[in-house]
């Protein structure tokens, strides 16, 4: 495409003009040096100065639109080929600048959009951890609880046994755990990787600032990110310090309360089977602790796995969102072509016989199978009707229960919705199991009656004459007929997984076509901007040609009037001449437009642009 549309470009160069006449210079230039000096010029200024210096086998200057006016008082035809050489040179240096900045551009673009992209993630990451701080000290404020109302129990016992023996009340006893040091170190490791995020991303944001000032709106949203960022770190940083010094003084306490205990269960030391009984009740404690310890792990790593699932589910129900409302509409045109096919009626056989069978007992036999023909056609009539609305209904249903199962956010409080919901859809799909089976064997059953019944058919055609001949054919016909109904209803419930596989099919040609559409559409875009460019600089090449025509007008009549007249030849993307000297000019991009005034053919030729 690029290199079409440089040909098109250099073909807009040379602006085209036709002349009656044709002659010789007075003076023969050197052939060589004109060629040596035209071989960087484009094929139609080539010919334009083939033409306008007879050299080799070059059509006639009536094919060309611009030779005449290059002789000026001033220049010789050496600069003026230069000049023109110039000019041709400029245009592709500037294609090329275009271009160049087009892809420097979209360069900008995809690292403003990397740099985007980095920024949130480093955003999410921060946002984890800052929650998963809250979260640990939501667990040390619950075990700082605990550990008080264990240190309330311990009291009230010691007051008792202090009673029991006579003494004076003791201070109040408090027995506190330090916290685990893996946790600390795990959230103290936690701090340092938000920080080292932290300064990543500024020193990202240092390097990228002149990404931001080439984009003033994203730089201006990236800012406000990483402020608030800022804002909310430097929050989570102070909360965490204020729940720290906290913690710290409320260890020093309890250390001072533990030694405090120390010293008096050293003035304890003759009572040993009170210090005994202590003992037990802290190694009772110490195993709750530890119990207690080891739920709350259990807890966690059951919370991570929930979150897990419910990550996986959203995923998943992202994923079938398009799928359900897909299998939604192929079931409304499937109901609508089920309810057209699913009116199966059965119309009976009347069937006569010669008067001479009707006092025969085997005649009676006969009229009673038909009856009972008549009924098992009814009874598979409604039978049918009932099966295809059941399917359909049950469908219509699974689909429903699927479609409020991905409704549903997977929380705490729907997992067990969840799980009744797909219960209920695996008792229903067994049902209809059950009921499919259920009906193959009764419409088998059906299938052996019909067999017996065409066996007695066939013995009656067989001793049935003249008028019963047709009654037969009749029968097996509405029979074959309604058999075919049968595999056509099973046909199309198996021809849903096709519609499907059509369907998907259809989606990725329309979302490739939309491509494509919008390739072109961007291709058109950067056609039409190198086209005005070629345009204007046309135009100023045409502009200078007129001013130096101007300038010399006695030089352009006596070069004209000292050529040959010749067969004016006729090029198909060229213009073409009238006969009495007047110069036609015809649009090059539609070929229809023709005109002897120049200004009309452009304005023209600014319109057929406009309208490609």
Same mark, same amino acid.
């Given at each position: ?38 071989k ?52 592709v ?62 009291? *009230? ?59 003033? %709106? ?8 990483r ?28 250390m ?41 792990? $259990? ?11 419910k990550?996986?589910?959203? %995923?998943?129900?992202s ?5 359900? *409302?897909?299998? $939604? ?15 199966t ?17 085997e ?28 399917l ?38 067994e049902?209809?199991?059950k ?36 009654v ?35 989606r ?19 056609i ?11 135009k ?49 991009k ?23």
């Amino acid at each position: 495409m690029s290199s079409q549309t440089e040909i098109d470009d250099d073909s807009f160069i040379i602006v085209l003009r036709s002349s009656p006449t044709t002659g010789m210079y007075d003076t023969e230039l050197d052939k060589s040096q004109i060629e040596d000096a035209m071989k960087d010029l484009s094929l139609e200024a080539n010919m334009a100065f083939k033409a306008q210096f007879s050299l080799g086998d070059s059509p006639s200057p009536s094919s060309m639109m611009a030779a005449s006016t290059l002789i000026t008082d001033d220049r010789s035809t050496q600069e003026l080929q230069r000049r023109y050489a110039e000019l041709l040179d400029e245009n592709v240096v500037l294609k090329e600048t275009l271009k160049e900045n087009n892809n420097t551009i979209r360069k900008q673009l995809m690292l403003i959009s990397e740099c985007q992209d980095s920024t949130l993630e480093a955003h999410m990451s921060h946002s984890q951890k800052f929650k998963e701080t809250m979260e640990f000290i939501e667990k040390l404020r619950k075990e700082n609880k605990h550990l008080k109302q264990e240190n309330a129990h311990l009291v *009230k016992e010691v007051a008792k046994v202090n009673n029991e023996t006579g003494e004076k009340k003791s201070p109040q006893i408090e027995f506190v755990t330090s916290p685990d040091d893996d946790t600390i170190n795990k959230l103290t490791a936690q701090l340092e990787l938000v920080e080292k995020q932290r300064r990543q991303v500024i020193a990202d944001n240092d390097k990228l600032k002149w990404l931001l000032e080439a984009a003033n %709106q994203t730089a201006d949203a990236i800012t406000k990110e990483r402020d608030d960022l800022r804002v909310k770190l430097d929050k989570a940083e102070y909360e965490i310090s204020i729940k720290d010094e906290e913690h710290a003084r409320n260890i020093k306490k309890k250390m001072v309360i533990i030694d405090d205990l120390n010293c008096k269960l050293k003035s304890y030391s003759l009572m040993v089977d009170e210090i005994s009984k202590r003992d037990a009740v802290f190694q009772s404690l110490q195993t709750e602790h530890s119990m207690l310890q080891n739920e709350l792990k $259990k807890a966690q790593i059951k919370i991570l796995d929930l979150e897990n699932i419910k990550l996986e589910f959203e %995923q998943h129900k992202s994923g079938t969102l398009e799928t359900v *409302k897909m299998y $939604k509409e192929q079931i409304q045109e499937m109901n609508n072509k089920i309810k057209d096919v699913q009116k199966t009626v059965f119309q009976p056989v009347d069937l006569s016989l010669a008067t001479e069978n009707e006092s025969s007992s085997e005649y009676s036999t006969y009229i009673a199978n038909v009856k009972r023909y008549d009924r098992t056609l009814k009874h598979l009539s409604e039978y049918l009707n009932a099966l295809t609305n059941g399917l359909s209904d049950s469908l219509v249903h699974s689909l429903g229960v699927v479609a409020s199962l991905h409704d549903y956010k997977l929380e705490r409080a729907s997992i067990d919705r969840v799980k009744s919901g797909l219960s209920e859809l695996r008792l229903m799909i067994e049902k209809q199991h059950k009921t499919a089976i259920s009906n193959i064997g009764q419409v088998r059953g059906t299938l052996v009656i019909f067999e017996g019944i065409f066996k007695d058919y066939n013995e009656l055609l067989k001793k049935s004459v003249t008028k019963t001949e047709n009654v037969p054919a009749q029968l097996s016909a509405a029979l074959l007929a309604r058999e075919q109904e049968i595999t056509a209803l099973r046909a199309e419930l198996a021809d849903c997984d096709l519609l499907r596989a059509q369907a998907d099919s259809y989606r990725s040609d329309f979302e490739a076509e939309r491509e494509a559409r919008e390739k072109m559409a961007s291709e058109k875009e950067t056609i039409l901007t190198d086209l005005r460019t070629a345009q204007r600089k046309i135009k100023e090449l045409t502009n200078q040609l007129e001013e130096i025509r101007i300038l010399s007008p006695g030089l352009h009549k006596s070069v004209t009037s000292k050529r040959e007249p010749t067969k004016s030849t006729a090029v198909s993307t060229t213009t073409t001449t009238t006969t009495n000297g007047n110069t036609v000019y015809k649009c090059p991009k539609c070929m229809r437009f023709s005109s002897n005034q120049y200004k009309a053919m452009e304005e023209h030729f600014d319109d057929c642009l406009d309208d490609f």
